[in-house]
């Protein structure tokens, strides 16, 4: 059983266009993190959420916003998406436990988005 | 602010072993991650260390951790092509209750047969 899944896994669109990503973790995790490789490999986090509630937002455009309609699931929507854009997507989920420590993050497949 | 450093390559011998090193400049950091990603692939957790320990063993891997230097390393004994790949140090940094990880840049492991 896959522990965190993303689709689509592959994604080619036109500049302008409004697309989304989906993340779903069957691990009963209560945080879920969505993480940007961008053609260097480089990788940053984007967005946290706990329990449906948005935590970090790091600087990232308004285009950028994600959607936590439960704890199971967080997906990724992209406004007007550009060619700076184009990377590797990739969802994570983890067991905080604030003070108690942290739980391990666990990575989906990614999702690589091409804009033309 | 949180800062993550790797060198960007490294390239050894098949069956000699290999030493991937990175350091950290939060002293908050709580566990350092090492990941590992192959080509075209998904980000695959090697091993992690809690930052009140100095080494974890675990088969061929060996990660080093010096906290007053802020200097992790993970030793691969025995490299094999099959560990070709980019290996990521990461560092975990309480943020508000959750744990977002700050990357290094990734090594780049190539094993010469």
């Known amino acids: 059983d896959t522990a965190v899944s993303q689709t689509p896994k592959y994604l080619v669109t036109q500049m302008g266009n409004d697309k989304s990503i989906k993340c779903e973790q069957n691990?009963?995790?209560?945080?879920m993190y969505w993480y940007k490789q961008d053609s260097k490999k480089f990788l940053k986090i984007m967005f946290s959420?706990?329990?449906?509630?948005?935590?970090i937002n790091e600087t990232v455009p308004n285009r950028f916003s994600p959607k936590s309609p439960d704890k199971a699931h967080l997906n990724l929507h992209i406004n007007s998406l550009e060619l700076g854009d184009s990377a590797v997507y990739f969802c994570a989920s983890s067991q905080d436990r604030g003070l108690a420590g942290l739980g391990v993050p666990f990575f989906g497949p990614g999702t690589r988005l091409t804009v033309l | 602010g949180e800062d993550v450093e790797q060198s960007l390559f490294l390239s050894v011998r098949e069956g000699d072993s290999s030493v991937i090193n990175c350091t950290y400049t939060?002293?908050?950091?709580?566990?350092l991650y090492w990941y590992k990603q192959e080509p075209g692939a998904g980000l695959q957790l090697l091993t992690y260390i809690f930052s009140n320990m100095d080494m974890k063993q675990d088969q061929r891997l060996t990660v080093l951790l010096n906290k007053k230097d802020k200097h992790l390393s993970l030793r691969i004994a025995d490299t094999q092509t099959g560990d070709s790949a980019i290996y990521f140090c990461a560092e975990s940094i309480f943020h508000s209750g959750n744990t977002p990880l700050v990357f290094g840049k990734g090594t780049r492991l190539s094993v010469i047969a």
């Open positions: 959420y706990n329990n449906k509630e948005l935590i």
């Open positions: 939060d002293s908050s950091s709580t566990y």
């Open positions: 691990l009963g995790h209560d945080t």
